[in-house]
């Protein structure tokens, strides 16, 4: 008596390998650009959780000299900093301390494969720098000339 085959051939396996390789082919990229964009829409929540603040102590002391770069809530994706506009410069640079008046918080990725810097002024300007002209920064305005 002869028992019919069981299981699968090696050309049945390698087809199902290959279509296996391209889905995630396809998908890779696509995952970590929406892992990028929860970055950057994460690290927005945390600039204005950190603007409210500085608000905040701007109510109590009515101004923002004195404020404690540590008080700063951190990002685990971005390092925040504040300080006030430089205007010798360019547009995108900061002074160490903020003004009395006004402030800028900056958020420079940690990781060097994200190429963007988000800013938020005092007046609740958003917007991104890409040190990379091939990658947007998706969600922020981009300043011009």
């Not at 995630?24 to 929540?45: D, H």
């Not at 504040?82 to 900056?106: C, E, M, Q, W």
Request: glycine share 4%; charged share 20%; net charge neutral.
């Amino acid at each position: 008596m002869k028992h019919p085959q069981r299981g699968f051939t090696l050309i049945e396996m390698l087809i199902v390998i290959t279509i296996l390789a391209i889905l995630a082919t396809i998908a890779y990229p696509i995952y970590t650009e929406q892992v990028r964009q929860s970055r950057l829409s994460n690290v927005r929540a945390t600039l204005v959780k950190n603007a409210q603040m500085l608000e905040r102590y701007y109510a109590q002391k009515h101004t923002f000299e004195g404020f404690s770069p540590s008080s700063l809530a951190q990002n685990d994706h971005f390092d925040i900093s504040f300080g006030k506009p430089d205007t010798n410069n360019t547009k995108n640079s900061i002074k160490v301390d903020p003004t009395a008046a006004g402030f800028v918080l900056r958020a420079e990725p940690k990781n060097k494969d994200e190429p963007c810097t988000v800013y938020l002024n005092d007046s609740g300007l958003f917007w991104a720098v890409s040190s990379d002209d091939t990658k947007a920064c998706p969600g922020y305005d981009k300043l011009s000339d």
